[in-house]
């Protein structure tokens, strides 16, 4: 179980409890006094902050266990995570100080009109003379929040600072949440495309499916930056290493497997696409309905694009038929969906990743004794797949080769990369891929996108360590 740390203030009424009294309800109810604070004392009273180490999954019953003690007034609640998000959690910082005129005309009126002429003349230098070069937005419309679903753009904007936070301590790269006020996919699409001069690529975040296919679609065309819808490619890019080096594990070559996809919405048609580009030749997407049938039609455009390929199955049915004797699970839809039974059908050395957040498909303690290779989407679990893994080290490639787009090759080059830190020697059931903080991460995954880019003819600049 997680544990975190609470701070409770609260007010003691001396003739009716003492902060022994406190303690013992603390402890009783599973939590850990660690510090106490006084505020203020007075004779009938006094004001203390009681720090507590707490799991989370009781943290509610010690504060009520508080506020049922006679005597005591319980005014504020506050933990580390809270705190943590006190004022926002980034900031624009100047990268030179403006300390006199002669700095202030430089950067400022009248220095900064030849600067400007210069990019008139030449947008290119857009690229050199301002933060484009280094700046990503991140965009959402708070639709599709994970584990939370449609909270709305304000809701979502801890996310999002979050996401640029990890842009910059990871790779480098300057990122700014966007959130916008609108579901509209025309507007977003307008929204995006007016606000991009600035920015060298587009990150798009937790936008709801399908309407986050039309959108980064259109971007990708009307856009000559990057844009990529993380919650699609990121979780494809980092289940592909994954799965990478999980083959390795079983001695099973990609070519020769069957695998299914369970929850076909925006992750699970990246998936799919990433399984088809890495040579899956037999492949099941199912959803709610059950599985995608080649050669059917669908109203949904991204579900009729996979039943017209070739490797997909033909074989209809639900979940508990399709699954007998295959050899990958990838669960991308939600709790409880994959049962014991099902995982017991499937082949010899199966490989479940059940990548539903925050439970996943199978309970982890049960699965673990079925399969050889189990993957989840969780930090308390070995294995776990976790975009940050993919888009710090993707973006830093992108920028740094000006790439017009991000493709399925540059994709793919960055799951192989990934997969490339944990060595033969390191590999085994319980390492199949990289922490987020191993530094040979995003070093490899720049390397293997700018490659990408360049081979296919999409970079327009060629980094000073590749010529």
């Given amino acids: 179980m997680a544990n975190t740390s609470i701070i409770l203030r609260v007010e003691l009424a001396h003739d009716l409890v003492t902060f022994g009294d406190v303690a013992a309800v603390i402890s009783r109810a599973g939590g850990d006094v660690t510090s106490i604070d006084v505020i203020r004392v007075g004779k009938e009273s006094s004001v203390r902050d009681i720090t507590i180490d707490v799991q989370d999954s009781?943290?509610?019953?010690?504060?009520?266990?508080?506020?049922?003690?006679?005597?005591?007034?319980?005014?504020?609640?506050?933990?580390?995570?809270?705190?943590?998000?006190?004022?926002?959690?980034?900031?624009?910082?100047?990268?030179m100080p403006i300390k006199n005129r002669d700095d202030l005309s430089r950067v400022y009126t009248?220095?900064?009109?030849?600067?400007?002429?210069?990019?008139?003349e030449n947008p290119l230098k857009a690229y050199s003379l301002t933060i484009k070069r280094n700046t990503v937005a991140v965009i959402t419309d708070g639709t599709a929040v994970l584990g939370l679903g449609d909270i709305g753009p304000q809701a979502a904007a801890p996310v999002m600072e979050g996401k640029a936070m990890?842009?910059?301590?990871l790779a480098g790269v300057d990122a700014f949440p966007i959130c916008l006020d609108t579901k509209d996919t025309e507007e977003i699409i307008r929204t995006v495309k007016v606000i991009s001069p600035i920015f060298g690529g587009i990150n798009l975040e937790d936008i709801s499916s399908p309407r986050c296919f039309e959108i980064e679609s259109r971007l990708e065309k009307e856009l000559d930056i990057p844009v990529f819808h993380d919650d699609q490619h990121g979780t494809a890019v980092v289940m592909m290493a994954?799965?990478?080096?999980?083959l390795k594990v079983v001695d099973k070559p990609i070519e020769s497997i069957r695998v299914v996809v369970n929850g076909i919405g925006a992750a699970g048609v990246s998936v799919c696409k990433m399984l088809l580009a890495a040579g899956v030749k037999r492949l099941v997407p199912v959803d709610r309905d059950g599985a995608i049938v080649r050669g059917q039609t669908y109203d949904q455009p991204m579900w009729q694009w996979l039943a017209e390929q070739p490797q997909v199955e033909d074989i209809a049915g639900g979940l508990d038929k399709v699954i007998?004797?295959?050899d990958v699970f990838i669960g991308?839809?939600?709790?409880?969906?994959l049962k014991v039974e099902h995982v017991q059908s499937m082949a010899n050395d199966a490989i479940v990743f059940a990548l539903a957040n925050p439970q996943p498909e199978i309970d982890p303690e049960i699965a673990q004794a079925h399969v050889r290779v189990l993957a989840t989407g969780r930090s308390d679990y070995p294995n776990q797949i976790n975009n940050?893994?993919?888009f710090p080290g993707l973006f830093r490639g992108a920028l740094d080769c000006r790439a017009r787009r991000i493709h399925e090759d540059?994709?793919?080059?960055?799951?192989?990369?990934?997969?490339s830190v944990v060595s033969d020697d390191e590999l085994n059931e319980l390492y199949i891929i990289p922490s987020i903080f191993n530094d040979h991460v995003v070093t490899n995954v720049r390397h293997a996108v700018i490659e990408a880019a360049i081979r296919t003819g999409v970079a327009r600049r060629i980094p000073p360590d590749f010529r």
């Fill in 332 to 337: 991308v839809s939600r709790a409880g969906l």
């Fill in 324 to 326: 007998h004797g295959a």
């Fill in 110 to 120: 009248p220095g900064v009109a030849r600067v400007c002429t210069a990019i008139q």
């Fill in 166 to 169: 990890l842009f910059k301590q």
């Fill in 410 to 419: 540059m994709k793919l080059a960055a799951a192989r990369a990934i997969a």
């Fill in 242 to 246: 994954g799965l990478i080096n999980a």
């Fill in 58 to 95: 009781i943290e509610a019953e010690v504060v009520q266990a508080i506020k049922d003690l006679k005597g005591i007034t319980l005014i504020n609640v506050s933990d580390r995570t809270f705190l943590a998000h006190l004022g926002g959690k980034i900031s624009v910082q100047p990268n």
């Fill in 388 to 390: 940050v893994l993919c």
